[in-house]
């Protein structure tokens, strides 16, 4: 059986939570994300976006509000706000996209309406189904079904832009040199900056103050001249 809770001093070191006022924090439901970009939406709610106090509060928000997350509506106190996840609370004309802080903790980075329309996610993998079609798998879990020419076109660790609601692909954006890109995971998680050189398996980025290599699985392309999205937190 999962547990409802996991101790604060245990939970993993990007979430940006206090830990030594309560003993628990509610740990996220399984889902598409990396144990690591991802916290409940009871915890994005109450810590992070600042929008509820309590549990009790959050329970109320999810059955008598809607509140989407990337669209869809949400019951489940525990389910993922991962990263790149936009959550939207449509009555009270508020959006948060799920990000990263300069020291890779998660944070809730305020939107407008209309740049909750949209969000990214990086490829991870492609796999063959019935009818000739490629379903291209996403960081965050989803899947998009596309045929087999233009899946030629998508490489793993290529960045695709969603709409939301309708997970449709808006743009493609190649992973390759001297295109913008911020880092999710490792030692510069939460650093943006610039692919200077691609490897095999690593990925050397330039910022203003350093450069250094990472491995790629670890980078998301966010776009080639700027960012395609604005995900950089304050």
Sequence with gaps: MVKNHMKRLTAPRTWRILRKVNTFVTRPSP?????NLAVSV?????????V??????????LTKQDLLVNGKKKRDYK????????VS?????????????????IVAKPLSKSEAGKTLSRIINKTP????????NLMNGANILVDE????????????????????????VKLEKDCKAIVFLGKHSGTHGDIKEIKEDTVTIKTGKETFE???????????????????AK
């Design 89 to 105: 609370m449509p009555g009270q004309d508020k959006h948060f996209l799920v990000t990263l802080d300069s020291k890779g903790k």
């Design 52 to 61: 509820s106090n309590t549990t009790k509060e959050t329970k109320y928000l």
């Design 79 to 86: 389910h993922q706000a991962g990263f790149l996840d936009v």
């Design 149 to 172: 020419k233009q899946a030629k076109e998508y490489k793993v660790g290529d960045t695709l832009i969603i709409s939301i609601p309708g997970n449709k692909i808006e743009k493609h």
């Design 31 to 35: 889902g598409g994300h990396n144990k």
């Design 42 to 50: 009871n915890t994005f709610l109450k810590e992070n976006a600042k």
């Design 214 to 232: 990472t491995k790629k699985e670890y980078v998301l392309v966010t776009g080639k001249e700027k960012p395609e999205i604005n995900i950089e």
């Design 129 to 136: 189904v019935k009818n000739k079609k490629i379903q291209v």
